[in-house]
Nanobody, 121 residues
């Protein structure tokens, strides 16, 4: 089992920045991919960014490309998401997730409780 804990959410005005953090514990050696997902009120959960643990290769969804940066500290089992130039449309609960088999898995195996990001116009 893997436990994921997010932090770093909050409220910011449009154009501002936030950084989210996720710490993994438990059997982290079995994780192949970690990622960030988000779910806005009344909408389906969507992918934001994912990163392969071994190579560091990252994928971004169209909405986050160029504004968000996913990074990991392999030794510390941590993941972060730097979000710049935030827009009101980025308002959502953001979830850290991990998967044993890869970044194409759906859904991911393990999920955190989420951290709220609110962007005001």
């Amino acid at each position: 089992q893997v436990q994921l804990v997010e932090s770093g959410g909050g409220s910011v005005q449009a154009g501002g920045s936030l950084r989210l953090f996720c710490t993994a514990s438990g059997y982290t050696a079995g994780i192949s991919c970690m990622g960030w997902f988000r779910q806005a009120l009344g909408k389906e959960r969507e992918k934001v960014a994912r990163i392969w643990r071994s190579s560091g290769d990252a994928w971004y969804e169209h909405s986050s490309k160029g504004r968000f940066t996913i990074s990991q500290d392999f030794a510390k089992n941590s993941l972060s998401l730097a979000m710049n130039n935030l827009e009101p449309e980025d308002t959502a609960m953001y979830y850290c997730a991990a998967d044993r088999y890869g970044c194409s898995s759906h859904p991911f195996d393990y999920w955190g409780q989420g951290t709220q990001v609110t962007v005001s116009s």
